[in-house]
């Protein structure tokens, strides 16, 4: 079975501040790893995604996240945030010979001016 | 632009009547789901389907069933709404080989 936990439901963040926010999964099978972006009244987006090769991944945006295989740990990073990334982050795993597709609790990014 | 739409996108019922929502995708992919969105919740799997006739459940099944008799519409449908089914229904599809979902654009549905 797989899981996801976003530990951080809320992120204050003050605007051109870097921002993280956290992902850890588990699960008994190899796994794909992405981040989507919810705006307002809205569906969600692909911002970027691990499949295999590098551990560092670029997205759109800005943003990139490091998958760790000995953490189990996904987390996405964006060294200097926008007012308009004010948005609701969620992780989301999908195991490798499986056709479940599934999604953290969300954090909520909120970008100060 | 995915190619998926969802309807109704709003619908008020009452509880213990049947509803069903419907989403229809043009891009002919194999894998489709649908998730509902409830606040600190996040998304959560409902049912999916890996072909025709291929479903299987998800987390939050209980209440829910589906149906795919065509590539291109995967049914979900309340047999007999109850509040707490009051939520926002998202269906999704998987691009083939790429891993990505793409969204509709949701379906807010409200039982009385």
Redesign the interface.
């Known amino acids: 079975a797989q899981s996801v936990t976003q530990l951080d439901s809320q992120v204050p963040v003050f605007e051109e501040a870097p921002v993280e926010l956290r992902c850890n999964y588990s699960s008994s099978v190899s796994v794909y790893l992405f981040w989507y972006v919810q705006y307002p009244n809205q569906g969600l987006q692909l911002l970027l995604k691990y499949l295999s090769g590098s551990t560092l991944v670029k997205g759109i945006n800005g943003f990139e996240a490091e998958f760790n295989k000995s953490q189990t740990s996904f987390h996405l990073r964006k060294p200097s945030v926008h007012i308009s990334d004010t948005a609701e982050y969620f992780c989301a795993v999908s195991g490798s010979g499986t056709y479940k597709y599934i999604f953290g609790t969300g954090t909520r990014l909120k970008v100060l001016a | 632009d995915a190619g998926i739409t969802q309807s109704p996108r709003h619908k008020v019922t009452e509880t213990g009547t049947p509803v069903t929502l419907r989403c229809h995708q043009t891009e002919n992919h194999r ?1 489709m ?1 649908w ?1 509902r969105q409830d606040p ?6 409902i049912h ?1 389907s ?1 072909g025709v006739k291929d479903t ?1 459940k ?2 939050v099944s209980d209440g829910y069933s589906v149906s795919r008799s065509k590539t291109e519409d995967f049914l979900l449908t309340l047999e007999s709404a109850t509040s707490s089914q009051t939520s926002v229904y ?1 269906c ?1 599809i ?1 691009g083939s080989n790429t ?3 793409f ?4 379906s807010r549905l409200t039982v009385l």
């Open positions: 894998y789901y998730y600190g919740h996040g998304l959560r799997l999916y890996y299987d998800g987390e998202f999704a998987e891993g990505e979902l969204f509709g654009e949701g």
